[in-house]
């Protein structure tokens, strides 16, 4: 038990420390952070709870739609919602960067959990695929979501563009990422490989610009 919770929880903390690192931050802003991967790792439980209430009431019966739908479209909804009436309306944001921080940390906290009770349900052997795709690709929504999110604090004249596009980009790429594992099946690596250096480049660039602009 206690090597399974280890090794879920392991990733998201490696890379949550990679993005929160590359900046130095008050005890204070430290304590939101990780109130807000907190909130996160609770995000999971009510959003567990509505897909299944749509699986079991037989709504979506295409399975394209329900993976767009109950995993690329709610899951990140929730995240955008919670990220916003949480760390952007209370939070103090500097830096167009913390911003990248608060979503990483909400993202990580959502997959961290969700990677734990993966592995419970199935075994170590699945921890380094995991750690590699969904969890990695969690947050890199999350870096996406948060530039933005950090932009609309900072720049209010296109504080709703912004806001629009903190949603708009992570359920796009999220809905992508579950449509390849559908569709290409026991092949997905054949279209993964190619999304995820994708999904990498457009977060890393993300974090450029953020420091760029902030500068």
Do not use: C
């Amino acid at each position: 038990m206690f090597a399974i919770v280890t090794a879920a929880m392991a990733p998201g903390m490696a890379l949550l420390s990679y993005f929160y690192l590359r900046n130095h931050y008050s005890s204070y802003t430290s304590a939101f952070v990780f109130r807000t991967f907190l909130i996160g790792v609770l995000l999971v439980f009510p959003v567990m709870v509505l897909q299944y209430a749509f699986i079991e009431e037989g709504f979506f019966k295409n399975m394209l739609v329900q993976t767009i739908v109950l995993y690329g479209v709610i899951e990140e909804f929730f995240k955008w919602f919670l990220l916003y009436f949480f760390a952007y309306q209370h939070a103090d944001f500097k830096r167009r960067y913390d911003g990248i921080v608060f979503g990483v940390a909400l993202s990580l906290g959502f997959a961290s959990l969700e990677n734990v009770l993966y592995l419970l349900a199935n075994g170590l052997e699945t921890a380094i695929g995991r750690a590699l795709l969904p969890v990695s690709s969690h947050a890199l929504f999350g870096v996406l979501m948060g530039y933005y999110m950090g932009r609309a604090k900072l720049e209010l004249d296109a504080k709703a563009r912004h806001l629009t596009l903190a949603l708009i980009f992570p359920i796009l790429l999220h809905s992508i990422y579950d449509s390849i594992l559908l569709l290409f099946d026991t092949y997905f690596i054949i279209g993964m490989l190619p999304f995820m250096l994708l999904l990498w480049w457009l977060a890393l660039t993300k974090v450029k610009r953020a420091h760029q602009l902030d500068q």
